[in-house]
């Protein structure tokens, strides 16, 4: 199996806060911000990678409170994984689900907690990254494609499928390991999108009919799993496989500004909020190094880099 070489960059760690170690056999796929300083954590228990089988995978969702505060709010069938999420103001979201090919595609779930399958991808998908575009929650939804080197756009109404894009810009060698499009957010009026496989961060121009073209790479050397921007245009990544969050700056600048003594192992996703104080605060989830080591009792965490 191949994996990306990452470029090796200086270690500049930020002051960081476990949060919380969440219980054994539960991983993150991914965290985003909920209303009234609330989170909204994907998580995966029962995975098992030596055989494949995804018949056991459960997944849930779990929305937790400024107060610190938890509750699960939605579980797909057995056999489907919780994905990442893209939530909307009212509370509402759209998880993007992998596993059974029943509850493979992009979900609905409504602030009480009532969830469907929104609009299901075809046979060989890998449903990953979601987002909204820069139209906001009452546009398309973005869904990124891990194995077919796809964005797909999703009318939130009717769960209507489209291709956004396809190309190979988007996609993994042949035999690798990491997959090829995985995170996706909007920034300003375009869209950015991880290539995990090719480590390179692609942007997108969105036209008016809400497909993507003239993609561009916009960072390299950098394997990443999913990422967050702040105001000022610094995107901050997390490596998942490679047990690091990376800060890249507008000039180009990059840096590892977590790593194992960030209690970062493992990083799949974050999102940046402001602490009570008023600074930002990159909340980051981990699967604590299950996916490489095989560990099917790892406990993932949540964790916060004061940057």
Not at 13 to 32: D, I, N, S
């Amino acid at each position: 199996m191949l994996l990306p070489t990452p470029d090796e960059l200086p270690y500049e760690p930020v002051p960081a806060t476990l949060v919380k170690t969440y219980r054994t056999g539960l991983w993150f796929e991914g965290v985003a911000q909920g209303p009234d300083h609330s989170l909204v954590l994907a998580g995966i228990s029962r995975v098992d990678h030596t055989t494949g089988d995804t018949r056991g995978i459960r997944g849930e969702l779990i929305r937790r409170a400024a107060d610190g505060g938890e509750r699960t709010l939605f579980s797909p069938p057995p056999g489907t994984a919780a994905g990442v999420t893209a939530v909307a103001p009212d509370g509402g979201l759209f998880m993007a689900a992998t596993g059974s090919a029943a509850g493979r595609g992009l979900w609905r779930v409504e602030p009480d907690g009532d969830g469907h399958l929104l609009a299901a991808t075809p046979d060989g998908s890998w449903p990953n990254g979601v987002s909204f575009g820069p139209s906001g929650p009452g546009g398309p939804v973005y869904l990124a494609d891990s194995a077919l080197g796809v964005i797909w756009s999703i009318d939130p109404a009717t769960g209507a499928l489209d291709r956004a894009f396809t190309g190979d810009v988007l996609r993994a060698r042949p035999g690798a390991l990491a997959p090829g499009a995985n995170g996706i957010q909007v920034f300003g009026d375009q869209m950015y999108v991880t290539n995990s496989d090719a480590a390179r961060l692609v942007r997108f121009d969105v036209d008016d009919r809400g497909a993507l073209q003239n993609p561009t790479v916009v960072l390299s050397g950098v394997p990443a799993d999913d990422f967050a921007f702040a105001e000022d245009g610094t995107v901050y990544l997390t490596t998942h496989v490679f047990d690091t969050v990376v800060r890249a700056d507008p000039d180009g600048r990059r840096a590892v500004i977590a790593a194992g003594p960030e209690h970062v192992a493992g990083a799949t996703d974050c999102t940046l909020a402001r602490g009570d104080d008023g600074n930002p605060v990159l909340y980051v989830v981990t699967d604590n190094g299950g996916l490489v080591t095989g560990d099917t009792s790892a406990a993932g965490a949540l964790v916060a880099l004061h940057v």
